[in-house]
């Protein structure tokens, strides 16, 4: 199986949503972690869950880890 692709999850805009990126493709606006597993799982990662996602190294959260979703 290959590797997950790299999974970045960019700052929080103002409206608390932070765009969510797989590769070169994207994959939607999330505005709770949750939001991040549904996108990922819908790529075809059906064995991702929420408590996979703060530790994995094959994501990069910037502007914040993944308990911020709130902006400005």
Not at 19 to 47: I, P, Q, S
């Amino acid at each position: 199986m290959h590797p997950p692709p790299t999974v970045i999850v960019y700052p929080p805009a103002d409206d608390g949503g932070r765009r969510v990126r797989a590769g070169d493709h994207f994959l939607g606006m999330a505005y709770t972690l949750l939001d991040v597993v549904e996108f990922l799982r819908a790529t075809g990662y059906e064995n991702v869950e929420p408590e996979d996602l703060p530790g994995a190294d094959w994501v990069e959260w910037r502007g914040g880890g993944p308990g911020l979703w709130t902006g400005g």
